[in-house]
């Protein structure tokens, strides 16, 4: 079952790819325009299931087609932002780290460009929590570990100079379906969605 | 077009994968409880070549039970057969009033207070109605408590204030955070009573619940069971690169071998 997963999230990419180069230019000026060979994206996000991780992030993207790219995406994540201090439970530090490469494929429209990549990586989670009760011993407990992260990445570009607005949403794949086919496991999916917006910077 | 049916089909065959208890092991009954003020749906999964003349059962009571039966009542046919074990009663309990109201000790904003009615709905309308109309060995130890999250809650509510009644705990990413951890209050309380049984608890979580309200209360409990506990047969599991539901399943089987290894 996860080998026949894997097997599709790889026909899935070739069909993105396929889709990306069958696309004719109706526009083909605009595209010139709006192409870019090589570009660095720092953002900062939120991801949403809870509302309580904040995130840097930086997508390095390098066109060597017009259609097709090859994408560097990191990240840090500071996690359970407002939520520290709970029921005598402090939070010490809670962060994730994230290194992701992948491929990209790009669509252009009048004033924007909008890049699907398939992207892979891993991510390190680290945190610490200490329950602190009056009523009881105090106690500390830590956890850390490397899992994989991949995912679909949605990545919009609005503007056609050397500056533009970039936003960019995260789909994970990973627990659910690629590693588990428990429908259950989607909860760690969710917690790894994420939306990021800010400033796009064309090098080429 | 294409790339729609790709995904299309990563998520079926996916999701083709659903476990379903064989229905004609199965039986239904249903409790209506003076004690919890509702009514409850119970489902009995029996073991393959069920024989109520010749032997008795073991039970295992599973919280949660509209989500969690099918596939506790598969993972117990299939890990007491590869361990040559006896396989056991599994006894859903489907819900009566809201989890949140059946499953928590006190009233809080988080939960109704309802843990105590429900453990009396358990001890003298549940288990007597299993116990006169099937097979199940009446005995402490031959009895199993398995919950998941504020099921897991009830489960160490057991534990703490119910300790006669259940000799297997099977906890799973328990809300231990309620009410300013008043389960710590609890165990403490009941401790000397309860510190003369045998226990046998399997303690499980995920590795990325990280909300800042699981890790260190689950730690701190276990701890508790280590240092105070002399008779007690103890293990925990943390399943790796998974959350709260997504360590769900994999701790059940875990748990549930746990329990037969040492039954």
């Known amino acids: 079952m996860k080998i026949k997963n894997q097997i599709l999230f790889i026909i899935l990419l070739l069909n993105l790819a396929e889709s990306a180069a069958q696309i004719s230019s109706d526009n083909t000026r605009n595209e010139q325009s709006l192409e870019r060979k090589l570009t660095i994206e720092p953002a900062i996000g939120i991801k949403p299931w809870p509302i309580s991780d904040l995130l840097v992030s930086n997508l390095v993207q390098w066109n060597f087609k017009k259609h097709l790219s090859l994408v560097s995406h990191t990240s840090y994540s500071y996690n359970n932002a407002f939520l520290r201090d709970f029921n005598y439970i402090k939070t010490n530090y809670n962060y994730s780290l994230s290194q992701k490469l992948g491929i990209g494929a790009s669509v252009y429209s009048k004033h924007s460009s909008h890049t699907f990549s398939l992207i892979a990586g891993i991510k390190y989670d680290a945190f610490k929590e200490t329950m602190n009760n009056p009523e009881f011993e105090i106690f500390s407990a830590s956890s850390s570990g490397v899992s994989p992260d991949m995912g679909i990445m949605y990545n919009l570009k609005i503007g056609a100079k050397k500056y533009f607005f970039s936003y960019r949403m995260y789909l994970p794949l990973t627990p659910y379906p690629i590693q588990t086919s428990d429908i259950y496991s989607i909860d760690t999916n969710l917690a790894n969605f994420t939306l990021e917006f800010g400033i796009g910077i064309r090098l080429k | ?263």
């Not at chain 2, 994968?17 to 119970?42: D, H, Q, R, V």
């Not at chain 2, 009644?165 to 009941?190: C, K, T, V």
């Not at chain 2, 590795?207 to 240092?227: D, S, T």
């Not at chain 2, 103890?234 to 040492?262: A, C, R, W």
């Open chain 2, 1 to 263: 077009m294409k790339n729609l049916v790709s995904l299309l089909l990563i998520l079926s065959l996916a999701s083709c994968n659903k476990e379903e208890f064989n229905l004609s092991l199965t039986k239904e009954l249903s409790i209506n409880s003076t004690f919890a003020g509702a009514n409850f749906i119970i489902k009995i999964g029996l073991p393959e070549n069920y024989d109520p003349g010749s032997q008795k059962y073991s039970s295992i009571y599973v919280l949660d039970g509209e989500e969690n039966f099918d596939y506790v009542a598969e993972k117990c046919k299939q890990i007491s057969g590869d361990l040559s074990k006896s396989n056991v009663l599994v006894i859903s309990i489907g819900y009566g009033n809201d989890r949140s109201q059946d499953y928590t000790p006190t009233v809080t904003n988080a939960g109704g207070g309802g843990a105590e009615s429900f453990m009396l709905f358990i001890k003298n309308e549940l288990i007597p109605q299993i116990e006169s109309n099937f097979a199940a060995d009446t005995s402490r130890k031959s009895r199993v408590i398995l919950g998941h999250s504020f099921g897991g809650l009830l489960a160490t509510y057991a534990f703490t204030n119910y300790n006669d009644l259940f000799g297997n705990y099977i906890i799973l990413s328990p809300s231990l955070w309620y009410d300013n951890e008043i389960m710590f209050r609890l165990e403490e309380d009941f401790r000397n009573n309860n510190k003369q049984n045998h226990q046998l608890v399997f303690m499980g979580l995920g590795q990325l619940e990280n909300q800042g309200r699981m890790l260190v209360p689950f730690q701190a409990f276990y701890q508790r069971f280590q240092n105070h506990y002399p008779d007690i047969m103890l293990k925990q599991n943390i399943v790796s690169h998974m959350d709260h539901s997504g360590s769900k399943k994999p701790n059940i089987k875990e748990g549930l071998t746990f329990y037969f290894l040492n039954k």
